[in-house]
């Protein structure tokens, strides 16, 4: 069992950055890959950015690619979520999920086994 909670939402103007914090405790939690994912009002919940277990590799959706930067701290059990260059269109709550090492990285939500709570992010024009 692995618990999330993420952190570092907000409400910040167009061209602002946010970092967000996703906090994993249970056993093993560094074993899982780990995901960003969000969701806006009426949507589905769409992938945004992924890394591996170990750290090494990452993967992002297209639209954030450039912007934003997922980041693991293995001794703090944390997943970071570096976001540069909001835009209205990023407004969404964000969740993080966690996904079996022994498995690819995923880039569908029910690939993740675990997730949190959400934190709500807010991009003002």
């Known amino acids: 069992q692995v618990q999330l909670v993420e952190s570092g939402g907000g409400v910040v103007q167009a061209g602002g950055s946010l970092r967000l914090s996703c906090a994993a405790s249970?056993?093993?939690?560094?074993?899982?890959?780990m995901g960003w994912f969000r969701q806006a009002p009426g949507k589905e919940r769409d992938f945004v950015a992924a890394?591996?277990?170990?750290?090494?590799?990452?993967y992002y959706a297209d639209s954030v690619k450039g912007r934003f930067t997922i980041s693991r701290d293995s001794a703090k059990n944390t997943v970071y979520l570096q976001m540069n260059s909001l835009k209205p269109e990023d407004t969404a709550v964000y969740y993080c999920?966690?996904?079996?090492?022994?498995?690819?990285?995923?880039?569908?939500?029910?690939?993740?086994?675990?997730w949190g709570q959400g934190t709500q992010v807010t991009v003002s024009s």
């Open positions: 999920g966690a996904r079996p090492g022994a498995y690819t990285l995923g880039v569908e939500d029910y690939e993740y086994n675990y």
């Open positions: 249970g056993r093993t939690s560094s074993y899982y890959h």
């Open positions: 890394i591996t277990s170990s750290g090494h590799n990452t």
